[in-house]
């Protein structure tokens, strides 16, 4: 909770540091307002229908948003045309299999752990595909002072970690809180990595993306 | 530490710095092997950077090297000419004859006033100070002057748009490169009609020089004998200019070319 805070303030206070990375305070302000619905619900009012049905709508719209947000930025992060359609095409097959999850197995309305599972098994990719571009192109500005470094770096972390916790975490009778309590250390951890990109100095450019230099071969 | 909720917070613990430490591990090797890359690019750019600068001053002076040879062949086919001729006449004078010798010294008069009308044209056209105190439009005028004086075909010449002063070199090269236009005109082309055009529009000047001769493969003239073209192409790109010639046997010659200010 300590970390959110401290990243809700600092991408306020930086919001026009970074144009790319404006999205932030919105997805930091948006986890804060979901966890404490869901501390809320459970802590003060267990087993109330109506506030059973509030966080089960706000799990479905985190995972919703989380990724729009976490998509459109690494799409930003990566200029080529190629592999901004990819990710592009990667989003769509994300949101089909999850209406198609949602319709047609009732099995998940039950565990709405595995919906992030699947968030986080379709923003793996575009984060890979960020690295790889990294390593395509070439750049003057130091990798340090480039805030996507971060954030994606962060992002990949969080959700390459996140898929065999929330995929294990039926199997571990017993240990549900702790597997929680790791994946909130991994969002910590994100946020962190957050705050360390809004201290990155401001470019001259408009965007900061590899694409903005020189492609020079593998 | 041996409860069930004292082995969960051990757990935790261990699991958290096991992140942390793969996290910091991650970024490390991705920041080494970036910092390489950079400096390996960096070292590329200024490989590039040395090769362009080597390149720019072997075309600075090959082109010197042709403004040379074309003043030594003007001096030798022209004005050496006229006065050669003049020192032969002067040479067999007979003043027994006196109109004849009369006849001979007016002619070797003329022929000596021909060297240094010539000999003035070439310094003038090889000179950048009208340039540098008038300007781009007041050199080409004085430029069309010169073939008109040849009458060599009709020249039209036309400015449109608001004139523009660009840096003196840019401006220099862009007289250069009509000069050669026309210097190929009279030499090759056969021309009735010449029509030059400067345009001065939005970002950059636009000239245009189109004649009605008997035009060329430009392909075909693009070899290293042919200086002219070469040299041509050489100062465009010295100033970042698109240089483009259309031509094709029968149907005339057009030069263009687009200076950005």
């Not at chain 1, 970074?18 to 404490?36: C, E, N, Q, T, V």
């Not at chain 1, 930025?73 to 359609?85: D, E, H, Q, T």
């Not at chain 2, 009509?178 to 009279?186: G, K, L, R």
Request: aromatic share 12%; with cysteine.
């Amino acid at each position: 909770m300590v970390c959110t805070l401290a990243a809700l303030v600092v991408s306020i206070a930086c919001y026009r540091r970074h144009p790319s990375m404006r999205i932030f305070p919105y997805y930091i302000a948006s986890s804060l307002l979901s966890d404490i619905i869901v501390c809320v619900a459970f802590l003060y009012y267990p087993g109330d229908f109506l506030l059973l049905a509030i966080t089960s709508i706000s799990r479905y719209a985190w995972v919703v948003f989380e990724f729009v947000a976490l998509n459109l930025f690494i799409l930003r992060s990566v200029g080529s045309p190629s592999w901004k359609r990819i990710i592009r095409i990667n989003a769509l097959a994300f949101f089909v299999l999850l209406i198609l999850a949602i319709l047609t197995i009732p099995y998940l309305h039950t565990h709405q752990v595995y919906y992030f599972t699947l968030q986080s098994a379709f923003l793996v990719p575009p984060c890979l595909i960020y690295f790889y571009r990294l390593f395509q192109t070439s750049n003057l500005r130091p990798l340090k002072d480039q805030p996507a470094f971060w954030v994606i770096t962060g992002i990949l972390f969080l959700k390459a970690c996140s898929i065999p916790l929330l995929l294990t975490i039926y199997l571990m009778k017993g240990y549900e809180e702790t597997v929680f309590t790791i994946n909130y250390a991994l969002y910590s951890l994100l946020f962190a990595l957050l705050i360390r990109a809004y201290l990155c100095p401001p470019s001259n450019a408009q965007s900061v993306t590899p694409e903005d230099s020189i492609p020079v071969s593998a | 530490m041996n409860s069930p909720t004292g082995k969960i917070v051990v757990l935790i613990f261990v699991i958290a710095t096991v992140m942390i430490l793969l996290l910091l591990g991650f970024i490390l090797v991705i920041l080494f092997l970036y910092r390489k890359r950079q400096m390996n690019f960096t070292l590329q750019l200024e490989s590039i950077k040395a090769n362009a600068e080597k390149e720019l001053l072997k075309t600075q002076l090959e082109i010197q090297e042709q403004t040379f040879q074309y003043i030594s062949r003007d001096i030798h086919d022209n004005i050496g000419q006229f006065i050669s001729l003049a020192k032969l006449q002067l040479n067999t004078l007979d003043f027994s004859q006196l109109p004849l010798a009369q006849n001979k010294i007016a002619h070797s008069a003329d022929l000596l006033t021909q060297a240094l009308d010539d000999l003035r044209d070439l310094s003038r056209s090889l000179n950048s100070d009208l340039i540098r105190n008038n300007g781009l439009v007041p050199a080409i005028e004085l430029q069309i002057a010169y073939l008109r004086k040849l009458d060599v075909a009709e020249i039209s010449f036309g400015v449109t748009g608001d004139n523009r002063f660009m840096d003196e070199q840019s401006e220099i090269f862009i007289l250069r490169i009509i000069q050669e236009a026309i210097n190929n005109i009279v030499r090759h082309s056969d021309a009735r009609k010449v029509d030059i055009l400067l345009r001065y529009e939005q970002g950059h000047l636009f000239l245009s020089v189109e004649d009605d001769g008997v035009g060329f493969d430009p392909a075909a003239a693009l070899n290293p004998n042919s200086t002219g073209i070469l040299n041509m192409t050489k100062r465009a790109r010295l100033i970042g200019a698109l240089f483009e010639i259309r031509s094709s046997p029968g149907t005339g010659t057009t030069v263009n070319l687009s200076v950005p200010y």
